[in-house]
Structures are given as C-alpha cells and as structure tokens.
C-alpha cells in the first residue's frame, strides 16, 4: 500500500509539474507575442517612446526561460 501511494505521489506530483510547465510556456510564448508587437511599434515611427517596456518584457522572459529550463532538467 505504501509503495502504491508513493508511486501515486510522484504521478501527481509529475502531472502537476507538467501542468505548470505547460502555463510557463504559454506565457512566455504571450511575452514573447507582447515584445514583438511593442517592436513593431517602431515601424510605425514611435521610436522616440520608451517607457521601460521593452526592458520588462526582456526581464520578465528571461525569469520564465530560467524556470523553465530548471523544470526541464529537474527529473520526474
């Protein structure tokens, strides 16, 4: 019985990890949707705009990639 909830522990907890891998990689892929539309704002001549977005933006994917990357190699 215990090995059976051992087992059941570590699928829920492998479950749960993959979930939150999966949210890591829909909101770095919206961050990274995010930088390319505040790019694209130059295009349109509104170079002179700069309000630390993009910077935060940067920062932000970067945090979400490290996560993601420990999560990768983390076994389970």
């Not at 890591?24 to 002179?48: I, M, Q, T």
């Not at 935060?56 to 996560?67: P, T, V, Y």
Request: negative net charge.
């Amino acid at each position: 019985m215990a090995v059976f909830l051992l087992i059941w522990e570590s699928n829920l907890e492998a479950e749960m990890n993959y979930a939150y891998l999966r949210r890591l990689y829909a909101r770095r892929a919206e961050l990274e949707a995010k930088l390319e539309l505040h790019d694209a704002r130059y295009c349109f001549g509104e170079e002179e705009v700069d309000d630390g977005t993009q910077n935060d933006l940067k920062q932000r994917l970067e945090e979400i990639s490290k996560e993601i990357a420990a999560l990768e190699r983390s076994p389970g």
